[in-house]
Structures are given as structure tokens and as C-alpha cells.
């Protein structure tokens, strides 16, 4: 079982900054090898993947974060990041950290954390 816990979540204004971060916890084995990423629901809209990131570091964005944003994970602490630069209201929403466990073939999901971008 993994644990996964958003932090960081906020009101910012448009243009503003913001950094998300998911702990992870529980079975190590998984934690190691989990590919990571960031999912994002916005009101009476579907959660939709918009980042992601390999145990091995590789990436992926979608293209409504591209270019304003950055993952990355410190696997010595199990915590994964998300670095949103130039905020539009449009990036509203509760943002979820999910994880892959590849060795158990199992999915995790925290509760997830709201971003307001108003001003």
C-alpha cells in the first residue's frame, strides 16, 4: 500500500506561482519504481493527466502546462513536485497526485489539492 499526500495547493493571483508537492509513504518496493505524475479536475470537467515523471526521471507534459511548468522528484524524500509558473484562471482546479506501482501492477491516488488562480 502507498500513501500519497498533496501539499501546497492555494489562492494565487493570474500570473502568479505556485508549488505543489505529493509525499509518498508505505511499500518501499513500489515507492522506487512507481511512475509518477499529476492529474488535474477542474469544476464539471473531467480529471485529465497533465504531467508526469519516471522513476528514471523522463518526462511528460501536456500541452496545457507545457512551457509554465515543471515536475520533479526528490527520491531520496519520496516527494514529487510540480512548479506552476504564470498562473491563468483557467488552471483552477484540484490537483491530484497519482502513482504507478509497476512491480504490484497497482494505482494510488491522494486526495488532492485545490489551486484558485483569481485575483
Known amino acids: 500500500q502507498v500513501l500519497l499526500v498533496e501539499s501546497g495547493g492555494g489562492l494565487v493571483q493570474p500570473g502568479g506561482s505556485l508549488r505543489l508537492s505529493c509525499a509518498a509513504s508505505?511499500?518501499?518496493?513500489?515507492?522506487?519504481?512507481?511512475?509518477m505524475g499529476w492529474y488535474r479536475q477542474a469544476p464539471g470537467k473531467e480529471r485529465k493527466l497533465i504531467t508526469g515523471?519516471?522513476?528514471?526521471?523522463?518526462?511528460y507534459y501536456a500541452d496545457s502546462l507545457k512551457g509554465r511548468s515543471t515536475i520533479s522528484r526528490d527520491n531520496t524524500k519520496d516527494i514529487m513536485y510540480l512548479e506552476m509558473n504564470n498562473l491563468k484562471p483557467e488552471d483552477t482546479a484540484v490537483y491530484y497526485c497519482?502513482?504507478?506501482?509497476?512491480?504490484?501492477?497497482?494505482?494510488?491516488w491522494g486526495k488532492g489539492t485545490l489551486v484558485t488562480v483569481s485575483s
Open positions: 508505505g511499500d518501499t518496493t513500489c515507492i522506487s519504481s512507481m511512475t
Open positions: 497519482h502513482a504507478q506501482c509497476l512491480t504490484r501492477n497497482m494505482e494510488y
Open positions: 515523471i519516471t522513476s528514471g526521471g523522463s518526462t
